[in-house]
């Protein structure tokens, strides 16, 4: 209850604070959207792995999304939408001038970023590169040697790949068709790096399988791995359970304890055997 309450007021004093403005949007795909929203205040305090929480409408559902980018001089933050339901479709259908209702962040607990005595790679899948933007830019600000990877299905699907080559060393792309980069699956691309440098970490964002052969590759060579869980949260506070995940045998909800977990503790096939229930039949 407690957590409702301070959730509710919050969202209250950012609606006041700020108008939650679209200022850009384009669109990386039929079905993807990048978003340029008005909120200073979020802004000011996100670090790289932290999310808002966006209303549309006053009856709408409450969504995560992770902040991809931020901007404090101009007071913005950067969002990238996904389609894949009415309430991601209303979201995708406003245009440059509309608000959100309400806009509530930066939640969740931020990115463990260090420097490194050796590499740190960098995995994203589809989406899932937009909340790896601010990993990857914070570890090359760190002082790493970063390098990235991004895959997709095919080259139409490769997002964000220019922002993302300049906070990196290396890029690496891989397309299940080969029509961008190597023909291949991320992992391939992650295996041929670490045969050939020394890896201190990897960080892993995307669909929950690719997630999941990342870590089990990386468990093989004993390289700590992180993966973010966000794309199975629903409300941010805890409360609805939906987000529930076993890491290293213990219970842990993904939006107060993530979104970023050891992915060679996460149960992987738990997760993957409930994200089955909201598949479409």
Known sequence: ?????????FAVTNKTQQMNRIIEKEYFSPNVVRMVVEAPDVAKARRAGHFVIVRCGKDGERIPLTISDADIEHGTITLVIQSIGVSTRKICALE?????????????????????????VCCGGGVGVAPLLPIVKAMKEAGNRVVSILAARS???I???????????????????????????????????????????????????????????????????????????????????????????????????????????????????????????
């Open 1 to 9: 209850m407690v957590v409702l309450i301070i959730f509710s007021n």
């Open 96 to 120: 440059v001038g509309d608000e959100f209702t309400d806009l509530v962040g930066p939640l969740g607990r931020a990115t463990d970023i260090r420097r490194h005595n050796d590499t740190v």
């Open 155 to 157: 080259a139409e699907l």
């Open 159 to 281: 997002i964000l790949k220019d922002e993302v080559a300049k906070y990196s060393d290396e890029v690496i792309v891989m397309t299940d068709d080969g029509s961008m980069g190597r023909k291949g699956l991320v992992t391939q691309g992650l295996e041929d790096v670490i045969n050939r440098e020394k890896v201190s970490e990897v960080i892993a964002i995307g669909p929950a399988v690719m997630m999941k052969f990342v870590a089990l590759l990386t468990k093989k060579y004993e390289v700590p791995t992180v993966c973010s869980l966000n794309t199975i949260m629903v409300d941010g506070t805890g409360m609805c359970g939906a987000c529930r995940v076993t890491v290293g045998g213990k219970t842990r909800f993904v939006c107060v304890d993530g979104p970023e977990f050891d992915a060679h503790q996460v149960d992987f096939d738990e997760m993957l055997m409930r994200m089955k229930a909201y598949d479409k039949k």
